[in-house]
């Protein structure tokens, strides 16, 4: 409160996962339904290969509603929290085109197509794909998150449903997941735009929201019997999406309640039990069908859509294309206050550092311990003069980014070497890490087995966070900018 507004700039290269975005704002906001149904309908669309009636329905309905947005072609609540300016006409027109693909009447067989991307992931294996979840399972999910059931994992990586609430059958394709990636003509060898599935078949949605929660309620929520958690990654993800509508309502934290002696006590009771709302059987009276009615060439009226009161102080701008152009522009020098990658969105870090031309380096030469460069290191800041990310980043700002930790097809060696060079890559761009190089950046012995180096990046951070360090020739500079923004306050990023 007394805060100028917050901003937020997402970027997304594909459309469809902007499409999705603004879908997921809007039904966040829809604060006539109940909280517990949009934390269902929203976990339900987010991971989901399979959803439910009742979610494809909302959805349909919302398209033209969306359109409105995206197009801007009616006034809508919704332009107070998203913002489409930074968009080409182009782009805009592609996320236009993502969300017309959303409507019940377009085909989309999403068991078909999940599969076909399971058999090229899988291949000769595809019929002992259980015994390779596993092996996952065991070695690169349940040693970093324990509370995910494997029960639960194994029905993900089968049938695309991560999360199942009440009894509705989940038998309608989630139309959100399908997308368009450039591939070859079979007959003609040209590039074309082919539509499929192209959701996640592998590492499961459950990192997200289900694997960690609020330090107060942690230790009843990862409470264990005879080694099994008593609650799953689902019922964490559910507390987790609650609280987060419910915070953002009324601004009061999201807590467990009181804690009971029953919940030490065989058959242990749950404090969720407590939170979940009573169900009642309710006789409602049978409506008449009307008779569809010729449609009409007036604009649509849409339901009044009014943002959360945590939300009405915030802008979500969205951007595509070159990100790393976006950052160089001249109205985005020390901008932002914190820049964030995720793990598969990286490269652009890579690319600018030249990380990617290093030259290969043999068995025989390779160092037998490789370790995070320190502030002292040489080639600190080499190419910060021409890096964008640098360029678009305050003096006080923050560095973060996602390190391969929840990516559960990788080994455990790959994890750390990944880190490294995100260290190395970020040291030549003229940041250093925030906290203990040796937690964040493992040192990576030459010789280390898979196991030795999964239980190292078992107990890494999530993420490696950086701060910009003074260079010679760009530190006076900084310490303007750093003026400037003390007298000015700009919007954080």
């Known amino acids: 409160e007394g805060q100028g507004p917050i901003h937020f700039w997402m970027h997304e290269s594909v459309p469809e996962v902007l499409a999705r975005d603004v879908l997921f704002l809007h039904l966040l906001n829809q604060r006539h339904l109940h909280p517990r149904q949009r934390t269902e309908m929203f976990l339900s669309i987010f991971g989901n290969t399979l959803i439910r009636e009742l979610d494809e329905s909302y959805i349909d309905s919302v398209v033209d509603e969306l359109l409105a ?24 027109d592609s996320v236009h085109d993502s969300i017309v693909a959303w409507r019940r009447s377009v085909p989309f067989d999403a068991e078909a197509l999940r599969d076909q991307r399971c058999r090229g992931f899988y291949r000769s294996r595809f019929d002992y794909r259980v015994n390779l979840m596993d092996w996952n399972y065991q070695w690169n999910v349940k040693l970093v998150a324990s509370i995910i059931n494997w029960r639960h994992y194994k029905e993900f990586g089968l049938t695309g449903v991560a999360y199942e609430f009440r009894l509705d059958p989940y038998n309608k394709p989630n139309r959100t997941l399908a997308n368009y990636v450039e591939g070859k003509s079979q007959t003609k060898g040209t590039t074309i735009l082919v539509r499929g599935y192209w959701g996640d078949v592998i590492n499961s949605p459950y990192w997200c929201f289900g694997t960690d929660c609020n330090e107060k309620d942690k230790l009843r929520l990862f409470k264990t019997s005879q080694t099994l958690h008593r609650h799953t990654e689902t019922d964490l993800s559910e507390f987790n999406v609650s609280g987060y509508i419910s915070e953002m309502e009324t601004g009061i934290p999201h807590r467990l309640p009181a804690e009971k002696p029953e919940e030490d006590i065989f058959p242990y009771s749950s404090p969720l039990e407590e939170m ?51 950052m160089r522009k001249a109205k985005n020098k020390g901008k932002f206050h914190k820049i964030v990658f995720g793990s598969m969105a990286s490269w652009p870090l890579v690319s600018e550092s030249g990380a990617q031309d290093e030259p290969k380096i043999t068995p025989e030469e390779a160092p037998k311990i490789i370790r995070a460069p320190t502030e002292d290191a040489d080639g600190l800041g080499r190419l910060a003069a021409e890096s964008a990310v640098r360029h678009a980043i305050r003096p006080d700002g923050l560095l973060m980014v996602e390190s391969f930790k929840c990516q559960t097809q990788l080994e455990g060696k790959t994890k750390l070497a990944f880190r490294h060079r995100i260290c190395r890559s970020a040291h030549t761009l003229g940041f250093s890490l925030r906290d203990d190089a040796d937690k964040v950046a493992p040192p990576l012995e030459k010789d280390v087995t898979n196991p030795k180096a999964m239980e190292v990046e078992r107990y890494a951070p999530e993420y490696l966070i950086f701060r910009p360090v003074p260079i010679t020739g760009l530190e006076s500079e900084e310490i303007s900018q750093a003026k400037e923004a003390e007298a000015t306050p700009v919007p954080g990023g």
């Open 69 to 92: 947005v995206v197009t801007e072609s009616q006034e809508h609540g919704m332009h107070e929290l998203v913002d489409f300016s930074e968009l080409k006409y182009r782009e805009r």
């Open 276 to 326: 979940a709302p009573k169900v009642e059987e309710v006789t409602e009276p049978v409506e008449k069908k009307e008779e569809e009615k010729p449609r009409s060439r007036r604009k649509k009226t849409f339901p009044e859509f009014e943002p959360m009161p945590a939300l009405k102080k915030v802008k979500v701008k969205l951007l595509s294309g070159e990100i790393l152009d976006y």
